[in-house]
């Protein structure tokens, strides 16, 4: 599978959960720059950010950062195997990555965080 093919299934799992998703959406920061995610998911007063990226030390540093500048929730689906340690830190966060493996595997995981 693509990485659009990751993000067409995250949305629709969103949308299954109630979430107003927009694609490709750039978010204002507490600084004024304007930061880039896949998917934007709104419920309510809830606010999720959310990018799948390959689980590559770069692509998943250049993710967390945008936290310090975004209030709101962000959650990284990281394709592959991130860093055990910095799964386990971002469990208790605002911003949150997820290891996939697979689209089943992403969505079931989703649905448990979002739900």
Same mark, same amino acid.
């Given at each position: 599978?693509?990485?659009?093919?990751?993000? /067409?299934?995250?949305?629709?799992? %969103?949308?299954?959960?109630?979430?107003?998703? #927009?694609? &490709?959406?750039?978010?204002? @920061? %507490?600084? @004024?720059?304007?930061? =880039?995610?896949? %998917?934007?998911?709104?419920?309510?007063? =809830?606010?999720?950010?959310? &990018?799948?990226? +390959? $689980?590559? +030390?770069?692509?998943?540093? $250049? *993710?967390?950062?945008? @936290?310090?500048?975004?209030?709101?929730?962000?959650?990284? /689906? $990281?394709?592959?195997?991130?860093?055990?340690? $910095?799964?386990?830190?971002?469990? #208790?966060?605002?911003?949150?990555?997820? +290891?996939?493996? &697979?689209?089943?595997?992403?969505? *079931?995981?989703?649905?448990?965080?979002? /739900?």
């Amino acid at each position: 599978m693509s990485l659009a093919d990751y993000i /067409a299934a995250v949305k629709t799992t %969103l949308e299954g959960l109630g979430f107003l998703v #927009e694609m &490709s959406i750039s978010a204002k @920061g %507490l600084s @004024g720059f304007e930061h =880039r995610f896949d %998917l934007a998911a709104r419920k309510g007063s =809830r606010v999720v950010y959310l &990018s799948v990226k +390959p $689980a590559n +030390p770069m692509s998943l540093l $250049a *993710e967390v950062v945008k @936290g310090f500048d975004v209030k709101e929730e962000i959650i990284i /689906a $990281a394709m592959g195997e991130p860093p055990p340690r $910095a799964v386990e830190i971002s469990k #208790e966060g605002r911003v949150k990555i997820v +290891p996939f493996k &697979s689209a089943e595997e992403l969505v *079931e995981k989703l649905k448990q965080i979002l /739900a």
